[in-house]
């Protein structure tokens, strides 16, 4: 028993304290509840009839509860203080109980929705493979750290690819509706990344600028308060209309578009969309509008339909902001391997079209 538990903390430990941010799972504590709740475990599956050999948890999965709730408690004390809470009897015995009744509650009696596409389906490992790989070479990235509006539009890029991710996780518990609300963000916020890498850093500055009026006006500073006044008046927003004061407050930075006439009433996002030359998707975004408003009507989209939708939705929006993405990348001085992130491409797209043909 000893050598199995030895076994499964020195594979899951290391992740888990990577994955918690090198938060402190003490050895000795994390193998001595595993073992109370294994055999405890086991035993609350006899008595309510469930073969253990059939229905068990494995054993790295019940470390993650274990690390999940211990972090939940300590995650806010000093030192000193999570020591002592480990070494606490009390605290122990509430562990191994808490972890163990909830534990065979979430695996044994839980209710999901059902899944088309799983974690274990290549189209979510594939597509997780991709992401997690675009979002590795922004990391590495050398000049992250040394332009602020490099870094800016870096974090537009390293959320679309989070939201992807996001997505890909919906999917994967048979959320697929949740997903088309996520995907319609998304979308929003690749127009948004489209139109900053199409013009020079005054606009990505702009951008940075509007981000301060997201605040209720007399929460301002009297120089922002001023500014927001001003840029307000440039546009002739009605204050007293607060669609218009929404408008604005979302779209007015595009007002640092060189050469571009802008008044209140192209303040929308349709004129994002055209600029950055995604009108066509914007039937597609409507569908997503009618999924975020509950309804009869979407309560009778088929599952699998809504399912292609998304799927296929993300994948190109992915192909556009990986576009973007690796010229954003070279301009800044990082040379991205074209012939790999082709691969990932083609062999997520292979599975796409295998598991998701056309209808």
């Known amino acids: 028993m000893e050598n199995f538990i030895d076994e499964i903390l020195d594979y899951t430990l290391p992740k888990l304290r990577a994955e918690y941010g090198g938060f402190t799972f003490p050895r000795s504590f994390i193998a001595d509840q595993l073992a109370r709740i294994l055999e405890r475990y086991k035993a609350k599956l006899v008595a309510s009839g469930i073969n253990p050999a059939l229905y068990g948890v494995p054993a790295p999965d019940i470390v993650k509860y274990i690390c999940g709730y211990h972090f939940a408690y300590s995650a806010h004390m000093t030192d000193a203080e999570r020591i002592a809470l480990t070494s606490d009897r009390a605290y122990r015995n509430s562990l191994v109980l808490n972890v163990t009744e909830e534990l065979f509650i979430l695996e044994n009696i839980k209710t999901s929705a059902v899944r088309i596409v799983n974690e274990y389906n290549p189209v979510y490992c594939r597509f997780n493979i991709l ?186 929006s992915n192909l556009f902001i990986i576009s973007n993405y690796t010229k954003f990348l070279e301009t800044n001085g990082l040379r991205p391997d074209h012939k790999i992130i082709g691969k990932m491409i083609g062999d997520l797209k292979q599975i796409i079209d295998i598991f998701l043909p056309m209808q």
């Open 131 to 316: 992401l997690d790989y675009m979002l590795n070479i922004g990391i590495k990235n050398p000049a992250r750290d040394k332009d602020h509006t490099v870094m800016a539009v870096m974090k537009l890029f390293e959320n679309a690819y989070l939201k992807l991710k996001g997505i890909m996780t919906l999917i994967a518990r048979g959320l697929e509706k949740e997903a088309i609300i996520v995907w319609r963000s998304l979308h929003e916020l690749e127009c948004v990344i489209a139109v900053l890498c199409k013009y020079d850093r005054s606009v990505v500055e702009e951008f940075e600028t509007f981000d301060r009026f997201s605040e209720k006006r007399d929460d301002m500073d009297e120089t922002t308060q001023a500014e927001y006044d001003e840029k307000i008046k440039k546009f002739g927003i009605n204050l007293k209309n607060n669609n218009e004061v929404d408008h604005f407050e979302n779209y007015g930075w595009l007002g640092a578009i060189p050469d571009l006439e802008m008044t209140k009433w192209n303040l929308n996002f349709r004129f994002l969309e055209d600029l950055a030359g995604l009108a066509e998707k914007y039937k597609e975004y409507q569908v997503a509008c009618d999924a975020s408003h509950m309804n009869a009507k979407i309560l009778k989209w088929n599952k699998q339909r809504v399912l292609d939708f998304v799927v296929k939705r993300c994948f190109n």
